[in-house]
């Protein structure tokens, strides 16, 4: 395979950003973002108008944070933290004037949640943990300079999550209930739970209480209850009249900028093939238009406001865009760029997506994305190319338009990609999901089957030169494809995948326990005896018999929902029966991998196996597998055969 365009360095596509994320300083006068510190992404500040003197505040080592923002009174930057993939989140504190960390939650093996961050509570946060009894969180008020905490709520009624007006009050708690067909949610204000309404099972994903007006009195929230496509609603708290202020003809809302002043919702967010903002505010709805007119044909997001409402940072991004983070100055209508994730990016050509929307042979509208090397033509190759099926996890998630850093390390090695939205993919209505339910290696499985031959049809996709790949429930899709068609694609790489889905339910987290309801809805139940028959009929690890082609398996080996046993399975039986395979441990990992040296070894090693079984370019390995903690447990052999 010959290209004009130049191999990117992995490094540069896959490696740690420059910068992520800013957020803006409830003043408005600085900025907060994850920046590397020795190979480390840690928390960075500066003033808004002096962003090139940036110094680090933190100096971490191990994981990067999860998750950062500002305290309500400015005096910290919060900050989620696990170790070793473990996904026992602590909440730390970094003061802004002095950088001095704190771990506000030094217990081991507790997931800590933050509930409420409050203009009106500048001293506390409300946060959620599970050490009395793992499976529940109780709840409590923390101040963020002592990490003295107060309990709030002893959650023994077995909530499974909760919902605070800004003065910090209870309001509302729920729950699934079996017997009430959905998730019950109570009132709470009075101290004691009171049934107020039921969430049907099938209406959880589209329905969520997203938060109260300034006062406490109306509650935003989205909806599918009704409709097939979820609505922003209002809901008065005092006669339980409910509004419609937003939907979309073809998707779900599925996001919503809020007033951080009055709490009110100022704009909503679909996405049917691209981004589509719907403005409630007349200030948003300029503001919006002034960005769209600074970047055409870029999607954005908002990541924060000051508390006056006059500056946001927002991300701008498109295929061939990697963020570019910019204030908004909305007194003045100016917009300035703060930095970009990925500068060194710039000189190197880069991959357009387009959007496609396939039909599945059953009649369904699957809205799929493909990505062709920078020097094909944005259409349809020249010639049909080796292709890899990138399936994204879930199953409830789904695929968007815009910049992604698998799509374009995979086109600049030479390959078309294909990202499918398969049923029960979310954004598309609860129909779409519910056609999913018990089709796992069913008609979700045909879905990525259609999208390909359609690749093969339209001149993308070479039939012999496909390979299946996926993370979680994508990596599933993968174990699926190489025992229940192995005669579509020439080879796999799943990534903590699941190979038997009776065990994938018996070892979930235990603070999962209010979600199972669903699982066992969309999955089957593994109470059963018919349960259990389905789930066994629907895992590949009972088809091992059935795989022809070489699979590249990775797993992080402190994976808490698709554990190690999924992987060590079957790749034992792989192993008894003389089929390739190469196998890949981190141990140091969890669901995914966090660390970058581990992430750019899994990328050298994939990219090599690739090369091989695709016959695209690749990068030499070098020291990036050395230099991690990878554990090549089989087939340690293919990288013998990637090319320079």
Not at 383 to 406: C, I, K, N, Q
Not at 420 to 435: E, L, P, Q, T
Request: aromatic share 8%.
């Amino acid at each position: 395979m010959t290209s004009q365009t130049p191999i990117i360095p992995r490094r540069l596509l896959l490696g740690n950003a420059s910068a992520l994320d800013p957020k803006l300083s409830p003043d408005g006068r600085r900025l907060a973002w994850l920046g590397p510190v020795d190979g480390v992404m840690n928390v960075w500040t500066a003033p808004i108008d002096s962003v090139g003197a940036a110094e680090p505040l933190t100096r971490m080592a191990g994981r990067p944070p999860a998750w950062h923002e500002w305290s309500p009174d400015g005096r910290f930057i919060l900050f989620l933290k696990d170790e070793n993939g473990d996904e026992n989140f602590r909440l730390f504190a970094a003061e802004a004037e002095t950088g001095e960390s704190r771990d506000l939650t030094p217990l081991p093996k507790v997931a800590v949640q933050v509930l409420l961050l409050s203009p009106d509570l500048p001293g506390r946060v409300l946060i959620g943990l599970n050490d009395r009894d793992p499976r529940r969180h109780d709840v409590w008020s923390l101040d963020p300079a002592t990490g003295e905490r107060e309990l709030v709520y002893e959650n023994t009624e077995g909530f499974g999550w909760f919902r605070f007006d800004w003065s910090g009050r209870m309001q509302l708690a729920a729950r699934n209930e079996a017997t009430k067909g959905g998730r019950q949610v109570y009132r709470m204000e009075t101290g004691r739970a009171e049934p107020w309404r039921v969430i049907p099972l099938d209406d959880q994903f589209g329905t969520a209480a997203l938060n109260f007006d300034r006062g406490g009195r109306k509650l935003f929230a989205l909806s599918s209850i009704g409709r097939d496509r979820s609505a922003l609603v209002a809901i008065d708290m005092t006669s339980g009249a409910e509004t419609v202020l937003a939907e979309h003809p073809h998707a779900d809302i599925v996001d919503a900028m809020r007033d951080k002043r009055t709490f009110e919702i100022q704009a909503v967010l679909a996405v049917h093939l691209r981004q589509e903002w719907i403005a409630l505010d007349r200030g948003a709805a300029r503001t919006i238009v002034k960005i769209r007119a600074a970047a055409p044909d870029c999607e954005f997001t908002r990541l924060s406001a000051s508390a006056d409402e006059r500056f946001w940072t927002i991300a701008v991004y498109g295929p061939r865009r990697p963020s570019h983070y910019h204030l908004v100055d909305r007194d003045t209508d100016s917009i300035r760029e703060l930095f970009s994730a990925r500068p060194e990016l710039k000189p190197y050509r880069l991959a357009g997506t387009r959007p496609v929307v396939v039909k599945s042979r059953d009649g369904l509208d699957l809205v799929c994305y493909v990505t062709l090397p920078a020097d094909e033509p944005s259409s349809r190759p020249r010639a049909p190319l080796p292709t890899v099926l990138m399936v994204h996890g879930g199953p409830w998630s789904r695929d968007f338009y815009g910049y992604d850093r698998e799509r374009q390390w995979l086109a600049n090695r030479g390959y078309a990609v294909l990202n499918v939205n398969y049923r029960a993919s979310v954004g598309f209505g609860k129909a779409f999901v519910i056609a999913g339910d018990r089709e796992h290696a069913g008609k979700m499985h045909d879905d990525l089957i259609d999208a390909v031959e359609w690749a093969i049809a339209e001149g993308v996709a070479r039939r012999d030169k496909i390979a299946i790949m996926g993370v979680s429930y994508g990596g599933y899709a993968a174990f699926v494809a190489a025992t229940f068609t192995p005669e579509v694609f020439c080879c796999a790489l799943p990534i903590v995948g699941i190979t038997d889905l009776t065990t994938l339910l018996e070892s979930l987290p235990p603070y999962w326990a209010d979600f199972l309801a669903q699982f066992y809805r969309r999955y089957g139940d593994p109470r059963t005896p018919e349960g259990r028959k389905i789930l066994r009929s629907r895992s590949p690890l009972g088809r091992v018999d059935r795989i022809k082609k070489p699979m590249l398996i990775a797993h992080g080996m402190n994976d808490v929902r698709c554990t190690l046993p999924q992987s060590d399975a079957i790749v034992e039986a792989m192993q008894k029966r003389g089929l390739p395979v190469t196998y890949v441990v981190f141990p140091d990992e969890g669901h995914g991998f966090k660390r970058p040296e581990n992430d750019l070894a899994y990328h050298a090693i994939a990219e090599a196996f690739l090369a091989r079984h695709l016959g695209g370019r690749a990068e030499s390995a070098g020291s990036d597998v050395e230099e991690s903690s990878a554990e090549i447990r089989a087939g340690a052999e293919v990288l013998g055969g990637a090319a320079g």
